[in-house]
């Protein structure tokens, strides 16, 4: 699909996946690309509008991550962030120091509301600062349109070149005004239409897979999950039948997970497509019986749900494509710089096995963050209870499980955690909290119920914040909440009498426990 976009060259901030997002919000397409990327490259893909990230260096120490001057002499409006900014003022002959104050936080700056940036924005705003270097003096040609109490230049441009130096974060939420700031230059500035919205991507996506399977036969590996859902629903309204589903039932998915996707997906489900359930609880059992060590889990897990598809493949038969849930973190984290098309070839398959038959792979979500998945499975009718979905780790409750996986463990995390969700719903913070669920502990522990002694398992419960899923905060849940679950849990789940709510944050610890 042709579109109008915005580059986002990475400086190596921890935002860069969040500055491409928040342009997407305003309706604009938006790719990033190290900023090792070739001029020539750049220049080939014509855009609209470039944005330079944050990054951890100083711009003007030997060896620091830089580009060329002739970057700023396209032609093309170009939006520096913090590093970024400091980077524009560098290359451009002005001059950047150590600040003999460094600036972390939220911060009250001061903008001129007649640069083209602060349409609609407040003359005070409060943005998030992370900087010990500042700008000194402005290159040539810029001015000065925003300051604070400690930094002189928050703000520089130059309005004749489209050039602008923002020493701040525009893309966190902590910047009250920042999706504004976005706006004003990807539709402002850029002269960006904001014509990057799901009803067409949905439809174009559709019209370009039925184009390219043509008669041809495909295959999707169907966990459940939200970005293979999606996927799949996209596949059978471009080609139908001539799609097949299959799902492995790990049995280490959620309480009624497997039931519920072959609700959907299944012969009297809502899609026309060949559904395949494989129930292979048992093999896994089986394959993790003794196993404590996380990272021997996960790649049991892995390699045997590999075998598992496999072999149902080879029963299918010779197949044209084979369909992947790839969205564009996975794309973005892999170090891929290339530009996002719907089909690659299949050698760039990860996880999956050569020996399956098939010619191309289909990644029809390739181009999309997680919340633009979401939004396309909307506008194709998916279920919201499908669609807003906990995200779930592909070993599944392998590594909810603190040491050996059995059966009767899973049974208990399985309850828990349903108990967990429900009441987290109850309480309307479905919606606002990132992350949520239940674990279970190795831990053993004495309790007394029904004035008995019991010695039985300790269940974790966790919920975290996160935007980008690298970095994430405990969620406060309200004590009567939590008060409610532990309740219920030491209850109604057989084997737990104690519970333990986990406030580690990422780092240090992960989102997942193991």
């Not at 609700?263 to 059992?285: C, M, S």
Request: proline share 4%; charged share 25%; glycine share 10%.
């Amino acid at each position: 699909m042709e579109k109008e976009k915005v580059i986002v060259l990475d400086f190596g901030g921890q935002y860069n996946q969040l500055v491409a997002r928040r342009v997407r919000e305003c309706n604009v397409y938006c790719e990033i690309y190290s900023y090792r990327t070739d001029i020539e490259k750049i220049k080939a893909m014509n855009p609209k509008g470039i944005i330079l990230t944050g990054g951890p260096n100083s711009c003007y120490e030997p060896g620091a991550p830089t580009y060329t001057k002739e970057l700023f002499e396209l032609g093309v409006p170009v939006l520096g962030l913090c590093y970024g900014a400091q980077l524009m003022m560098h290359v451009l002959g002005g001059r950047v120091e150590k600040a003999p104050v460094r600036e972390y936080g939220k911060t009250e700056v001061m903008v001129d509301t007649t640069s083209p940036l602060f349409g609609n924005v407040s003359a005070t705003t409060i943005c998030w600062m992370s900087h010990f270097d500042y700008i000194s003096k402005i290159a040539p040609g810029f001015s000065i349109v925003g300051h604070t109490a400690d930094c002189p230049v928050a703000v520089a441009e130059n309005r004749e070149k489209n050039l602008y130096a923002i020493q701040f974060h525009p893309e966190v939420l902590h910047t009250q005004e920042g999706t504004k700031m976005l706006y004003n230059f990807v539709r402002g500035v850029c002269g960006c239409a904001g014509t990057w919205k799901m009803d067409s991507f949905v439809e174009n996506s559709i019209k370009a897979i039925r184009e390219k399977v043509g008669k041809g036969k495909v295959l999707c590996a169907l966990s459940g999950g939200v970005d293979s859902s999606v996927a799949a629903v996209m596949l059978s309204k471009a080609i139908g039948d001539q799609l097949t589903c299959v799902f492995v039932d790990h049995g280490l998915l959620r309480k009624d997970e497997g039931d519920e996707v072959e609700e959907i997906f299944g012969p009297k489900g809502q899609y026309e497509l060949n559904f395949i359930r494989v129930n292979a609880q048992e093999r896994f059992y089986s394959k993790l019986a003794g196993v404590e060590e996380p990272e021997k889990k996960r790649k049991i897990i892995g390699e045997e749900f590999i075998r598992v598809f496999e072999e149902e493949a080879k029963k299918i038969g010779a197949v044209d494509f084979l369909v992947q849930g790839t969205i564009y973190p996975d794309v973005v984290e892999s170090g891929v710089g290339g530009e996002s098309v719907v089909i690659k070839s299949h050698h760039n398959v990860g996880g999956l096995p050569d020996c399956v038959d098939f010619k191309e792979i289909i990644e029809p979500l390739r181009d999309l963050f997680k919340d633009e998945v979401r939004k396309a499975g909307l506008e194709m009718g998916i279920p919201e209870k499908l669609v807003f979905r906990q995200p779930f780790p592909g070993p599944g409750l392998g590594v909810r499980i603190v040491g050996e996986v059995t059966e009767d463990k899973v049974r208990i995390v399985q309850d828990a955690d349903a108990i967990y969700r429900e009441e987290i719903a109850k309480a309307g913070l479905d919606r606002t909290i990132g992350q949520y669920f239940a674990a279970l502990t190795n831990m053993r522990s004495v309790g007394v119920m029904g004035d008995e002694r019991t010695y039985d398992y300790a269940v974790a419960l966790r919920a975290v914040n996160t935007i980008d899923f690298m970095t994430a905060e405990a969620a406060e849940i309200p004590f009567e909440v939590l008060q409610t679950v532990m309740s219920r849990i030491i209850n109604e789940v057989r084997g737990v009498n104690r519970v333990f709510y986990d406030l580690t944050s990422k780092p240090p610890g992960t989102i997942e426990l193991e």
